[in-house]
């Protein structure tokens, strides 16, 4: 069955430092895709990277990169220069290419950034 | 602007009450998906649809019921089976296709019982 697990329940981190979130994934799909969203307190869902099973390079986007390792099945994100407004829920997701893009969620991980 | 319409954002459900919530998307997308969230937990998938006229179960879909009559539409029901309905409901759609393409999601509905 498949699965995301996050690890962390709650992490702290102090403003302008780097922060890593975990997230561990199982699949017997050979193809598939990884998502990190944050969601505040507001409660909208917020897409922040993605990256694909077959994917050479770690994907980055702004300060947000994922250190992807197959062979692991983890795809932990990592926020550079922590901002008062990344304190939030961050949840890891994962969509099956071969199941009808049927994505799932893990149980996420809240974030609080101390100034 | 393109995107997802959930309402209403608040919603009261009386005991043996069935009710619905709406989720409309102007994003020409293909797949749609109803997720129900407890508080500091995380989104569990309770259906999805591909196609029009089509959807399967997620992971929690006792007591929840689904149709798919339109491609921009996906109402989820509330039925009165479901004995612990209070939640946040998302809604989120797909264009589809498998290409790394984030879900775009609505602002969600709380539904509670009165």
């Known amino acids: 069955a498949q699965k995301i697990t996050q690890t962390q329940p709650g992490m702290f981190v102090q403003e302008k430092e780097a922060v890593t979130l975990d997230c561990t994934y199982d699949?017997?799909?050979?193809?598939?895709?990884l998502f990190w969203y944050k969601q505040p307190s507001s409660g909208e869902m917020i897409f922040l990277i993605y990256?694909?099973?077959?994917?050479?390079q770690n994907a980055t986007e702004g300060r947000y990169s994922l250190n992807f390792q197959k062979a692991r099945k983890s795809a932990n994100l990592v926020i550079s220069a922590s901002q008062l407004g990344d304190s939030a829920m961050y949840f890891c997701?994962?969509?099956?290419?071969?199941?009808?893009?049927?994505?799932?969620f893990g149980p996420g991980t809240s974030l609080s950034v101390i100034p | 602007d393109g995107g997802i319409t959930q309402s209403p954002k608040y919603l009261f459900r009386k005991e043996g009450q069935n009710v619905t919530l709406s989720c409309e998307q102007n994003?020409?997308?293909?797949?749609m998906y109803w997720y129900r969230q407890d508080p500091g937990q995380g989104l569990r998938l309770i259906y999805y649809?591909?196609?029009?006229?089509?959807?399967q179960k997620g992971d929690i879909a006792e007591g929840y019921s689904v149709s798919r009559e339109k491609k921009e539409s996906f109402p989820l029901t509330v039925t009165s089976a479901q004995k612990n309905p209070t939640a946040f409901y998302l809604c989120?759609?797909?264009?589809?296709?498998?290409?790394?393409?984030?879900?775009?999601f609505g602002d969600g509905t709380r539904l509670s019982i009165l």
């Open positions: 997701a994962m969509s099956l290419k071969t199941s009808y893009d049927k994505v799932i």
């Open positions: 649809s591909q196609i029009v006229n089509d959807f």
């Open positions: 699949t017997s799909d050979p193809s598939y895709g």
């Open positions: 989120a759609s797909l264009r589809g296709g498998g290409d790394g393409q984030p879900q775009h």
């Open positions: 994003l020409n997308h293909d797949a």
């Open positions: 990256q694909g099973s077959y994917d050479q």
